[in-house]
């Protein structure tokens, strides 16, 4: 083997931990949402551990429910339900609010395939 | 001579190794979500510093706030405050938060040929539209409605004069949800670039304009499907675009089962029916706004005359049965997302 | 007319036709991500560098995948492009990296160096060209070992047939 080998194995050892970290490292599994509530940061939550969370508002308790890398208002106390009827949201960017109870949640992706969507 | 390649490519080989570790670099992209305007007010700037895009968001954040007061069409305000002279008849002198989008409006429904009407502010506080939250119930009585739609209310009947205002016709009582998104929009990007930022997106409850580019590369702005999760189409925008949305399914409500939407038809009273959302790009954000919902009050078959008599190009109507109508200026640019490849129907062009 | 061959000519052919085999035989190979391979005709190529300079490997490598391609009936196809997109990678880091003051790599260096720039190079084009989405990002750390473990491999291959060719001698 000669010197430079040597050197090359270092260098690709490093580069392939370094591409673990980047990729599989804790709070880089794939994509995550961040959940704002009455105008500050609440809570950033991973897509890809099932969970429902109690975000509390001013009306009351609105619950996001997470599963299979997705998000949603599963239920909120507010009377038009129009978070809960925007659906599941996965792709980076998209985003739903609860105006009433003053929650909202964006999905932030990897890649962000969008920097901004239009609804 | 040779020892020359040699080094340079021993510097090639180093950079190599420098960009493979300065992929991951934080990029300069900065991001920020208000629940103001009575919406999602999303702003992204690219290129500038931390600091800098803290003051920014905290000016944007309080020219959002300022604007809802002063646009409000059902909580104490400018705006209430006008709707109830106007109700007088008597001339009075119009705030000046609110005398540019009377003027600006009047423009745009005479264009519009009445499709886009913000004088219809009774026929949306009569459906329950005017209110954070509807309470639940039946749709308004059939003569309330005819009532209020046979009252004819105009912007035509507002007479301005430099900056007295005279309504000629009681019915009138002026609601700017169909314009105001996209028009504050449009002075929040002004006021961006009198900051002196060149790269950034505002986007208020769906209708963004996006000005200067992501780095090297343009923006990219997902159009959500109406009909659906997700996103339906994607398309590029870089130097100064907007592209704003206009769809049935931003605020209802449903009663034993049939959906009432809060685009009404001026002509009619009622919620349109027959197209679920139309996707509008144009230069500026107010116009592109007005044009949205216009077009889709005018339905399938008259969107197309309704946008030229707009000036507006780039259009994508999406009916209620997932059909896609476009004009040819859009269809070279919309990128479809969808599995399936939609139908879509080409029109001439604009 | 007859057209003029040099040495260097029937080498290349030679030696393409040796990488084009391999080639073939592991475009049979499963890989979590088609088109994606782990390069083995790289050990032809890396060969040929250390024995018969650069010029010759460059050759090597593009006709390896031009032919091999049309063999398989994938020219011009996405599998083509990702292993065009993992040869001129591969080729473009080992004429920089031999061109490196004091000659310091040997087999296993080059393999190595080439194996990754190869796998670079094709994730980039799967990823930028064909499937832009987050989840390939996943993949990345997985191809990347893959990547150096078949270079070691290979460069251990290529330094053991110089060794016994060495001793025969």
């Known amino acids: ?119 | 001579m040779k020892m020359l390649h040699r080094h340079i490519a021993f510097a090639c080989l180093a950079l190599l190794l420098a960009l493979l570790t300065a992929c991951s670099r934080e990029e300069p992209v900065h991001h920020i979500q208000l629940l103001t305007f009575g919406t999602i007010v999303d702003v992204t700037l690219y290129g500038v510093e931390a600091d800098r895009a803290r003051q920014v968001f905290a000016a944007v954040e309080e020219d959002f706030k300022n604007m809802h007061a002063a646009w409000h069409a059902w909580k104490p305000g400018p705006l209430a405050r006008v709707n109830e002279l106007l109700a007088t008849g008597e001339a009075f002198s119009a705030p000046p938060s609110v005398l540019p989008l009377i003027v600006r409006s009047q423009e745009l429904a005479r264009r519009s040929g009445g499709l886009f009407n913000p004088a219809i502010g009774r026929l949306l506080a009569l459906w329950g539209f005017q209110s954070d939250e509807r309470p639940p119930g039946p749709p308004p009585a059939p003569d309330a409605i005819a009532a209020l739609v046979a009252a004819r209310p105009s912007m035509d009947d507002l007479i301005v004069d430099g900056v007295t205002v005279r309504s000629t016709n009681p019915a009138v009582r002026l609601d700017f949800g169909a314009m105001a998104k996209g028009y504050g929009v449009d002075l929040v990007i002004d006021h961006l670039r009198q900051m002196g930022i060149q790269n950034a997106i505002v986007n208020a409850g769906g209708n963004l304009r996006a000005i200067g580019r992501r780095g090297d590369r343009p923006w990219r702005i997902g159009i959500r499907n109406p009909r659906g999760p997700g996103i339906i189409a994607s398309v590029e925008v870089q130097d100064d675009e907007s592209v704003i949305t206009s769809g049935d399914y931003e605020r209802y409500f449903e009663y034993e089962g049939v959906r009432y939407h809060h685009i009404l038809d001026p002509r009619t009273g009622y919620p349109t029916q027959g197209v679920a959302a139309v996707t509008v790009i144009h230069d500026n954000a107010t116009e592109a706004d007005v044009a949205s919902t216009a077009l889709l009050i005018a339905g399938v078959e008259r969107w197309h005359e309704t946008a030229r008599a707009l000036g507006i190009k780039q259009v994508m109507l999406i009916t209620s049965d997932g059909t896609i109508h476009m004009s040819p200026a859009m269809a070279e640019r919309i990128r479809f997302e969808t599995e399936q490849p939609p139908h879509v129907i080409r029109s001439d062009p604009l | ?169």
């Open chain 3, 1 to 169: 007319m007859i057209l003029q061959t040099t040495r260097e000519d029937h080498l290349i052919a030679w030696l393409t036709a040796l990488a084009i085999t391999i080639h073939l035989a592991e475009s049979a190979l499963p890989s979590p991500l088609p088109g994606v391979k782990p390069g083995l005709a790289n050990i032809i190529t890396i060969a040929v560098l250390v024995r018969f300079g650069w010029r010759v490997a460059a050759w090597v490598g593009v006709l390896r995948v031009l032919v091999g391609s049309l063999v398989l009936g994938t020219f011009l196809s996405p599998t083509f492009f990702l292993s065009f997109g993992g040869a001129v990678a591969s080729i473009a880091i080992l004429g920089l990296a031999s061109l490196v003051p004091g000659r310091p790599f040997g087999p296993l260096g080059y393999s190595v160096l080439s194996a990754l720039a190869h796998m670079a190079a094709q994730f980039g084009v799967a990823y930028y060209f064909f499937i832009p989405h987050a989840a390939l990002l996943h993949l990345l750390p997985v191809l990347m070992t893959a990547a150096v473990i078949f270079g070691i491999v290979s460069g251990t291959i290529v330094a053991a047939m110089f060794r016994s060719s060495e001793k025969r001698c």
């Open chain 1, 1 to 119: 083997m000669r010197p430079g080998d040597l050197l090359v194995l270092l260098l690709a050892a490093v580069l392939v931990s370094y591409l673990y970290l980047a990729f599989w490292g804790p709070g880089t599994a794939g994509e995550y949402a961040v959940i704002h509530a009455n105008g500050s940061e609440w809570q950033k939550v991973s897509l890809h551990e099932e969970h429902e969370w109690q975000v509390p508002g001013p009306l009351g308790t609105s619950t996001l429910e997470v599963r299979d890398g997705r998000i949603r208002f599963s239920d909120s106390p507010c009377q038009n339900k129009a978070c809960i009827h925007s659906g599941w949201l996965s792709h980076g960017g998209e985003a739903a609010a609860c105006l009433p109870n003053r929650i909202s949640v964006q999905v932030i992706g990897r890649d962000r395939r969008y920097d901004s969507i239009s609804f």
